[in-house]
Structure formats: C-alpha cells, structure tokens
C-alpha cells in the first residue's frame, strides 16, 4: 500500500530540495559556508516554514549565528525564487534555525569511544567474543 503524506509534509520535502539547491547557487554572502538544509517543518495552514541547516565543517556557535542571521535576511530573496519556480499559490515565510543535533551526535559518538577504550584499557570489555554459555571447559 502506498504512503500516504499529508500536504505539508510535501511541501516540506519540496521546499528541503529547492533551497538547498538555491542556497548553494544564488547566495553569494561569505559569511555562510556549505550548508546543509536537515529538514524543515511547515504549519498546518503552509503559513510558516522552519528551515533546519548544519555548516558543513563547522560547529561553532559564532558561526552558526551569523548563518543564521544572513540565511534569514536571504529569505525574502530566497522565497521570491521558490515562488517564481512553483506552481504553489502560496508560499510559506521561512524562518532558519541552526540544527544542533548532528553536533550533539558527534559529541555523544566521542563519549561513547571514550567509554568503549577506557573499558578495553582496564580489561573489562575484550575484542574476542564471549564463550557461548552452556560451553563446557
């Protein structure tokens, strides 16, 4: 049986398509680097769009800020471009938000092979595989 998506799921994935392609292509400020556009949420009424991007390379927060900054004065441009190359009557206002989490994975990957080398260090954790229980010795 097919998927069913609702309205604004798809003009979400439509919207997620297009601006990557249209950041990379039509915005020309320094200041934003390789972005990534991670999902975008849109109202119910297709009023409001959230954009969610990560900066290729970068996690820091200075930059994501002036990402941030420039990707939302960009939207009205950015949106104008969307409107001229859709058949939608209507457009959702974008707004743009650093997307935090691929940071925080990172971050919790690290700690969790931290974890995993500090137990191999003390011989608690081996590389070879367990007897099977019920072995006899």
Do not use: C
Request: aromatic share 6%; charged share 35%; net charge negative.
């Amino acid at each position: 049986m097919a998927k069913e998506y609702n309205r604004s799921q798809r003009v979400a994935d439509y919207l997620q398509r297009e601006l990557a392609t249209l950041i990379q292509r039509e915005v020309r400020d320094p200041r934003v680097g390789m972005i990534n556009i991670t999902g975008v949420n849109v109202s119910r009424d297709l009023g409001y769009a959230k954009v969610y991007y990560t900066v290729l390379g970068s996690d820091s927060g200075e930059e994501a800020s002036e990402s941030t900054e420039v990707l939302n004065k960009a939207a009205g441009f950015l949106r104008s471009q969307l409107s001229r190359d859709s058949s939608m009557r209507r457009l959702p206002q974008l707004r743009f938000y650093f997307d935090s989490s691929v940071g925080r994975g990172r971050h919790m990957e690290d700690l969790i092979r931290k974890a995993a080398d500090a137990d191999r260090e003390l011989g608690l954790r081996g590389d070879e595989p367990d007897d099977e229980p019920g072995e006899a010795h």
